[in-house]
């Protein structure tokens, strides 16, 4: 009776041994990463032309959080001091539209993209530009607010303020 206690006994700690090393093992995996990049959001007046390098005044941010599971972005911005009731169109600088902003009577505004697309080449810098479509800058754009340079889909720094 006791050999049989003694076997039991020994098959269930075999039997605990291998569901520890199991779970384990799961909770070791890693998940697919998630990079985010945060930027001021710098206000430079009229348009400049893609490639120009530009200067301004601190006035807002905007948050790119690229999940890489499924490789869709959310883009997270926040507008202050901008032309009060107006829609902004927002766009990947120099590349492709991706939504609008409208502020409020104060010139403060959010805007809250999903974007399922790419943004960039993976691990290519890109920036995001918040413009008043105008005759008054480049690419017909006025008023405009620019942030990054963002870097994500690599496994580099992503963007972050300056």
Not at 5 to 18: E, P, Y
Not at 79 to 94: E, N, Q
């Amino acid at each position: 009776m006791r050999v049989l206690a003694r076997v039991a006994v020994a098959g269930i700690i075999s039997c605990t041994a291998a569901f520890g090393v199991a779970a384990s093992a799961q909770a070791t995996a890693k998940p697919a990463p998630a990079l985010n990049g945060n930027a001021y959001l710098v206000h430079v007046g009229a348009n400049p032309a893609c490639g120009a390098t530009f200067q301004g005044k601190k006035s807002g941010e905007v948050n790119v959080h690229l999940n890489a599971a499924d490789t869709s972005y959310q883009v997270n911005i926040s507008v202050r001091g901008a032309l009060p009731k107006t829609t902004y169109a927002v766009d990947i600088r120099c590349v492709a539209l991706i939504g609008t902003l409208t502020t409020n009577a104060s010139g403060h505004g959010t805007a809250h993209l999903t974007i399922s697309s790419p943004l960039s080449v993976a691990g290519t810098p890109f920036f995001v530009d918040v413009s008043v479509p105008s005759a008054t800058g480049s690419g017909a754009y006025g008023d405009t607010f620019i942030a990054g340079p963002f870097k994500l889909g690599d496994k580099g720094k992503p963007g972050t303020k300056k």
